[in-house]
């Protein structure tokens, strides 16, 4: 009798069925929530930092300064600062600023 009520019970949830479900959530959430990845021109760029962003123009462009260097072993030559651009960014004041001085790509590199 024991042994039936071992083979009877079954977990409530199978693990796959719950990742199945954790994936399926965070998918629709991805797809929901507007993400600086779904601009596709620096305009949308720039309407995306102007409604979402918390942070100061001034504060993405030191960052920017830091992730778009060759000493970032996760850059690339394809998103490196020029000298121009760096100079550009030690003296950005507005989101305007911001957007206009890198590229589309450099801009979804450094992210939101």
Known sequence: ??????????PAVKIHDALTFFL???????LESP?????ATKDACLAFFVERNDFS???YATLARGKL??????ANAGVYLTEDQDMAL???TSWD???STL???QIKFVGW
Do not use: I, W
Request: aromatic letters at 8%.
């Open 1 to 10: 009798m024991e042994e039936a009520k071992k083979e009877e019970r079954k």
């Open 24 to 30: 399926c959530r965070l998918e629709q959430t991805m």
């Open 35 to 39: 993400s600086l990845f779904h601009c």
């Open 57 to 59: 123009p001034q504060a």
């Open 69 to 74: 260097m060759p000493s970032n072993r996760f």
């Open 90 to 92: 030690r003296g950005v």
């Open 97 to 99: 600023d911001y957007c």
């Open 103 to 105: 590229t589309l790509r």
